[in-house]
């Protein structure tokens, strides 16, 4: 057993990290793809995909009329996708806006919302607008 590690997880510099994280990757980019198609199809023009802050990354800045949504897109294997999103990545999503409004003030007079949208395999992608409030 691995010192420091729980049973069942790899070890760093273990077989297989690198391809498990290449197929989180390009599934990550899959649903973040998706996610984008359903914001047009949905009236929203995107503004910003991967967005790199000081804070962290924003998957997409959104905007539709007076609105500006930053959306975090949440892929899963099964349903959990929903339950993936806690307070904590909550309030760094809050800082990412924050930083990304500073650097993009033309937008800071719309009306800041922040969206999820939740990918599942075979499932049409669901999109949860205004999904908190800071």
């Known amino acids: 057993m691995n010192p420091g590690l729980r049973p069942g997880k790899r070890g760093p510099g273990r077989k297989g990290d690198a391809a498990t994280g290449r197929a989180a990757y390009r599934l990550g980019l899959r649903a973040e793809t998706l996610a984008a198609l359903l914001l047009r199809l949905k009236g929203y023009r995107i503004l910003a995909r991967r967005m790199k802050t000081p804070a962290g990354e924003i998957d997409i800045v959104a905007r539709r009329g007076r609105s500006l949504a930053i959306v975090e897109v ?3 294997g ?10 904590r990545q909550q309030r760094r999503l809050e800082r990412a806006a924050a930083h990304f409004l500073g650097r993009f003030p033309q937008f800071a007079d719309l009306d800041l ?6 990918v599942v395999p075979r499932r049409w992608p669901r999109h949860l607008g205004d999904a908190w409030r800071p």
């Open 78 to 87: 099964r349903g959990e996708a929903a339950e993936a999103l806690g307070p």
């Open 113 to 118: 919302r922040f969206d999820v949208v939740l």
């Open 74 to 76: 949440k892929a899963r």
